[in-house]
């Protein structure tokens, strides 16, 4: 039998991240997925979305259908 698994490159949040302390997120998202870790990657809020910032994921739990990821914001694109 086998495991659906998918590979992402962006975090897309849909705003459902909350923040653990300083600069690092954790996000929960349905499903088995790989992200880079140690590697930075675009954050959007949607798929087709303008790129919010950078992050690096430091981690990542697989856990009853879901999956957790821990990432650390290190550029935020704002219009101010």
């Not at 870790?37 to 949607?46: A, C, F, Q, S, Y």
Request: hydrophobic share 30%.
């Amino acid at each position: 039998m086998g495991m659906p698994l998918e590979y992402n490159t962006m975090i897309v949040t849909k705003n459902n991240e909350k923040r653990l302390h300083d600069n690092f997120f954790e996000l929960t998202k349905q499903g088995y997925r790989v992200y880079p870790i140690d590697i930075p990657i675009e954050v959007r809020t949607t798929k087709e979305g303008e790129k919010n910032g950078t992050a690096i994921p430091r981690k990542l739990t697989w856990e009853n259908g879901c999956t957790i990821i821990t990432y650390e914001l290190i550029a935020l694109n704002s219009s101010n």
